[in-house]
């Protein structure tokens, strides 16, 4: 089975950035499509960005043009740089993988993913 874990998250005035990783480890990580998803306080968990195991990029429209995935296959590890920061990105962000490899049916609905990170908190200061 394999572990995600997050970290990067903090606290940042409005306008500022951070860069959130996840390593993942436990299987091949090269051949997986990752998600990153946020969950804000009394709100459903919503669809933040994706990168194919191939390195194509979708966005949802709220982060589109600030946030920016990557991933480098040789550690095993994606990145999420977050730019121009809104008070109104404060969450939770989760990291999260597909069950299968090579797949990108779906990308956007966390229900295509079946293993997660713990999540690391952002917070953004007006």
């Known amino acids: 089975q394999v572990q995600l874990v997050e970290s990067g998250g903090g606290l940042v005035q409005a306008g500022g950035s951070l860069r959130l990783s996840c390593a993942a480890s436990?299987?091949?990580?090269?051949?997986?499509?990752m998600g990153w998803f946020r969950q804000a306080p009394g709100k459903e968990r919503e669809f933040v960005a994706t990168?194919?195991?191939?390195?194509?990029?979708f966005y949802s429209d709220s982060v589109k043009g600030r946030f920016t995935a990557s991933r480098d296959n040789a550690k095993t590890t994606v990145y999420l740089q977050m730019n121009s920061l809104k008070p109104e990105d404060t969450a939770v962000y989760y990291c999260?993988?597909?069950?299968?490899?090579?797949?990108?049916?779906?990308?956007?609905?966390?229900?295509?993913?079946?293993?997660w990170g713990q999540g690391t908190q952002v917070t953004v200061s007006t």
């Open positions: 999260a993988t597909k069950a299968r490899p090579y797949n990108d049916y779906d990308s956007s609905n966390d229900s295509s993913y079946n293993d």
């Open positions: 990168i194919s195991w191939g390195g194509g990029t």
């Open positions: 436990g299987r091949t990580f090269s051949s997986y499509s």
